[in-house]
Structures are given as structure tokens and as C-alpha cells.
């Protein structure tokens, strides 16, 4: 196993890149979403679209926004794009569907109260959403939202169908040479629960804080 080590690192960059970056493009698309169909912000076109977009995310499996993105969109819009590219969209599209209903949810779970007396105190919507409201509704969420990137974390396994050499793909690929099966899913099953743990971790460092910051 030591003679593929290389090939397992260059497998878990890829893994670990396509992962942040559809995470971070998610998470910044949901939280759009999810602040603006709020239910105290929000009018009913918005909302109405923020729900189409969420229930087309949430409903085509990642595979086939894979398959869309790397195979129809390209010839439909007249463009070349790489099959990383093409996989960390169709990841954050599918995952953004999600975060924008969780942050939703916790935003509405905030009471109206505080949004109110925000506005008689004289504090611009900004300061609002980034001192007030949305501390509150991460620290609720917290649980949903890290379970949602675990999610989004096994979900770049798919990437070996359009294929991209990540983590998966380079454990099927050494099994074709070493044909020896079950010490590359070990190991290969075992990074992932790294991560895994790693993202618990974070979770748990990340909801201290915000407790820590509300005392």
C-alpha cells in the first residue's frame, strides 16, 4: 500500500478541494436565499422563487446534475467546461437547495421580537442580520448544516463518473492494478470517516463559540 500513497494524496486534494469549494459556494448561496425568503423579510414573488429554486435543487439527484453540467450545459450554452468545474457547480447547485431551507428555518425560528426591537433601536438591516439574527441562527442550525457538508462530502464520490481521479476513482484505479480489494476500501472508507470526524470537530468548536458569544 506504501507504493500508492502518492496516488492516494493526489486523490484526497481533489476530494478535499471539490468538496470546499461547492461547500463555500453553497453555503454562500443558501444563506442569499435564506435571508432573502425569510419569512419577515421576504415578499411572496421572491418566495416563490427562492421555493422554485430549492425544490429543483433538492429534487434532481447530484449524479444527474453531474451528468447535466459536465454533459448538456456545455453544448446547450456553447462553452468548454472542465470536468472539476462542471462537478464542484452541480455539488454546490444540489447543496445550496438544502442550506437555503435550513438557514430559512432558522432564521423564522428567530422570534419576530428581536427584529423589532433591532429596527426601534435604530440598527440598519445589515447590523441586524450580522450582529443579531444571524449569530442566533447558526448556532440552532449548526447540527442540520454540518450534517448537510457531510453529506456534500460523500456526495464527491460521484465525481468518478465524469472521471475526475478523486478519492474514490483513485482506490478503483489501484484495485485494477493490485487487485486486492479490501485493503484500498479500508482505507479509502476510513479517510472519509476522518473527515467525517474532522467535521464534527469543527461543528462542535464552531457552536461553542457562538454560545460562548451570546453570554
Excluded: D, H
Excluded at 470546499?20 to 432573502?36: D, H
Excluded at 432564521?107 to 443579531?132: D, H, M
Excluded at 442566533?136 to 457538508?149: D, V
Excluded at 472519509?192 to 454560545?211: G, K, Q
Amino acid at each position: 500500500m506504501s507504493a500508492y500513497i502518492s496516488l492516494y494524496i493526489k486523490g484526497i486534494a481533489i476530494t478535499f478541494s471539490t468538496f470546499i469549494l461547492a461547500g463555500l459556494l453553497s453555503l454562500l448561496i443558501g444563506s442569499i436565499f435564506g435571508i432573502l425568503s425569510c419569512n419577515y423579510l421576504t415578499n411572496q414573488k421572491i418566495r416563490m422563487f427562492v421555493r422554485g429554486f430549492s425544490f429543483i435543487a433538492k429534487g434532481i439527484p447530484a449524479y444527474v446534475q453531474i451528468l447535466i453540467a459536465y454533459f448538456i450545459l456545455p453544448s446547450l450554452l456553447g462553452i468548454n467546461i472542465s470536468a472539476f468545474v462542471a462537478a464542484c457547480c452541480a455539488l454546490a447547485f444540489c447543496s445550496s437547495g438544502y442550506v437555503t431551507e435550513i438557514i430559512r428555518s432558522g432564521i423564522n425560528s428567530i422570534p419576530v421580537g428581536q427584529w423589532e426591537a433591532c429596527a426601534t433601536l435604530g440598527y440598519p438591516l445589515n447590523s441586524q442580520l450580522k450582529r443579531i439574527i444571524l449569530p442566533q441562527t447558526f448556532k440552532n442550525i449548526g447540527p442540520a448544516l454540518f450534517g448537510e457538508f457531510e453529506q456534500l462530502l460523500k456526495s464527491t464520490s460521484l465525481l468518478a463518473t465524469i472521471g475526475i481521479t478523486e478519492l474514490t476513482r483513485t482506490g478503483m484505479n489501484i484495485i485494477s492494478r493490485q487487485l486486492n480489494p479490501i485493503p484500498v476500501y479500508l482505507t479509502i472508507a476510513s479517510i472519509y470517516l476522518l473527515f467525517s470526524a474532522l467535521l464534527n470537530v469543527a461543528s462542535m468548536y464552531i457552536e461553542r463559540r457562538l454560545s460562548y458569544g451570546q453570554r
